[in-house]
């Protein structure tokens, strides 16, 4: 009897040995972290194979599908190179780990010479994580027009201030302050909800929120009772750019869910889906969404967010979109504001009723620049008929963030029903002129000064096309000017504008 116990015990030991033998690279293994602010788990898989003293294989971190590239060592600390393509560019990571006991202690350095983040990867099942199946791209079609954004979306969205730290709490206060500081009143409609809202999917496949939105569809009834629409966000891919759960597989399902939640507008981030798809596949891929949205029978605003890849501008329409992204994503500095504001006048020609373009959303108020500055932001996104998504945090603003933020007459340009952007009409050094047509013969006209000190910036209305100039008045003086002499000379402060509506 105790012989045969022993011998079973042995066999046990044996065996498992075999399956697993003490310092055993190869399999998959899983670091699992519990994101403790919104309680979603996000895993990081290295799939390896040791085999002559190389590793090589797959690492998945949430949202990044790497291939192992080089290595060096072995189980007891080794090092592992590993890219990926993204976009036309390779990313790469570098992970140091080794093996205790059947633990695999993993980690990466911020810098060469900082401390290694180590995470704990234990084993997991063959195939989890990997890169899902490819779905093979729709034919492509065109997608009627849904009807929305006849003039440029007006809102806010959460990305530039709260980034992954935006909740449910967060988002009725915005409401509420939208509601009440006059911001509606002026035409700021849209709440919208960018990344970090999702959690996995039920038995079902139905999206899930996390627990910063328990309840989607309260929050949307919260919302709408202000006079005001939310808006939501999510990726054609598996994961989105911050690594949260995308579409991919479910485009109908998603669509479905969020007009049960009473959603009324959609951004659509690409990010996620680069590790499946091409740039020349993307329109096909839109497309999708598109049509599911039109499905519902919900009027959704659809904004697609591809940062301005494969001339979006170009075929944005056929998709279904009403905007689309031009650019990668803007910062709360100078440089990037006027980097992007200034390089959109080619672009003139594909905006209309219905179908613009979106030089991302606004930065007023973050703080990184002067408020002289953020004029200049609204007043070149109101000439280039873009989206005005405020990006700060409506609860506690200054009264000159307000006041920019709701200056009408500015927004009057950026929202007139001709919808025709405006472009640049004349340039000297740091210093431009762009002009828009207006509807019912109006004309905008902006003086830029990019330079750090003021300048005099002296044209003659013939060279920019006025041709009358008996009702002229200046959009953040709030008062009218006597620009009626063949030539106009404005003094315009380091980094501002001065910004006029001409009419007839
Ligand atoms: C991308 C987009 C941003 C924002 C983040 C969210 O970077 O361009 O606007 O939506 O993803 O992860």
Redesign the pocket.
């Known amino acids: 009897m105790m012989r045969n116990i022993l011998l079973a015990a042995f066999a046990l030991v044996f065996l498992t040995a075999q399956q697993t033998p003490p310092g055993d690279l190869n399999g998959n293994w899983a670091a699992r972290n519990v994101n403790n602010t919104d309680g979603v788990v996000r895993s990081t898989y290295f799939n390896l194979k040791y085999e002559d003293g190389k590793i090589t294989g797959t690492i998945r971190a949430t949202q990044f599908f790497y291939t192992i590239k080089e290595s060096t060592g072995g189980p007891d600390g080794f090092t592992i190179v590993a890219a990926m393509n993204d976009g036309h560019s390779e990313r790469r990571v570098q992970y140091e780990g080794k093996l205790v006991g059947d633990e695999l202690r993993i980690g990466r350095r911020a810098r060469p010479d900082a401390p290694l983040t180590e995470m704990v990867a234990k084993r997991a099942p063959a195939g989890e994580g990997a890169l899902p199946q490819r779905i093979e791209p729709p034919a492509r079609h065109n997608v009627p027009y849904n009807g929305l954004a006849k003039t440029p979306p007006m809102g806010w969205?959460s990305?530039?201030k709260f980034?992954?730290r935006i909740d449910d709490a967060a988002v009725r206060g915005i409401a509420d302050a939208m509601a009440s500081n006059g911001m509606r009143e002026v035409g700021y409609i849209y709440v919208n909800i960018?990344?970090?809202w999702e959690n996995g999917r039920n038995a079902q496949g139905e999206i899930q929120t996390n627990k910063k939105f328990p309840d989607m569809k309260a929050l949307a009834d919260y919302v709408h009772k202000k006079g005001l629409k939310l808006g939501i966000?999510s990726?054609p891919g598996p994961n989105?750019?911050?690594?949260?759960e995308g579409s991919y597989g479910h485009e109908e399902q998603d669509a479905k869910t969020f007009a049960k939640w009473g959603i009324d507008y959609l951004?659509y981030?690409?990010?996620g889906a680069r590790t499946l798809y091409t740039d020349e596949e993307m329109p096909a891929i839109y497309q999708k969404m598109g049509d599911a949205l039109l499905q519902t029978g919900r009027p959704i605003v659809y904004s697609l967010?591809q940062?301005g890849r494969l001339d979006v501008w170009k075929w944005g329409p056929e998709v279904g979109g009403n905007l689309w992204?031009t650019t990668?994503?803007?910062r709360d500095t100078w440089e990037s504001m006027t980097g992007i504001g200034f390089r959109q006048d080619e672009l003139a020609p594909y905006a209309k009723p219905g179908h613009w373009n979106d030089p991302?959303?606004l930065e007023i108020g973050n703080g990184g620049m002067t408020d002289t500055e953020y004029k200049t932001h609204l007043s070149l996104w109101a000439m280039l008929a873009a989206p005005l998504l405020a990006g700060n945090d409506l609860r506690q603003m200054t009264p000159e963030t307000l006041a920019i933020l709701t200056n009408r007459e500015v927004i009057a340009v950026d929202q007139d029903k001709l919808g025709k952007q405006g472009s640049r009409a004349w340039k000297s050094g740091e210093q431009e002129i762009w002009t828009r047509q207006l509807a019912g013969g109006d004309m905008a006209v902006a003086f830029f000064n990019r330079a750090k000190d003021e300048a005099k910036i002296s044209v003659k209305w013939s060279e920019i096309g006025v041709t009358s100039t008996r009702r002229v008045r200046d959009l953040w003086l709030h008062q009218n000017i006597d620009a009626n002499a063949p030539e106009y000379s404005a003094s315009v402060p380091g980094h501002g504008v001065v910004m006029l509506r001409i009419s007839k």
Do not use: E, P, Q
């Not at 989105?240 to 949260?244: E, H, K, L, N, V």
């Open positions: 969205n990305w530039n980034a992954g960018d990344d970090t966000y990726s989105t750019c911050a690594g949260y951004k981030d690409w990010c967010c940062y992204r990668g994503d803007i991302d959303m």
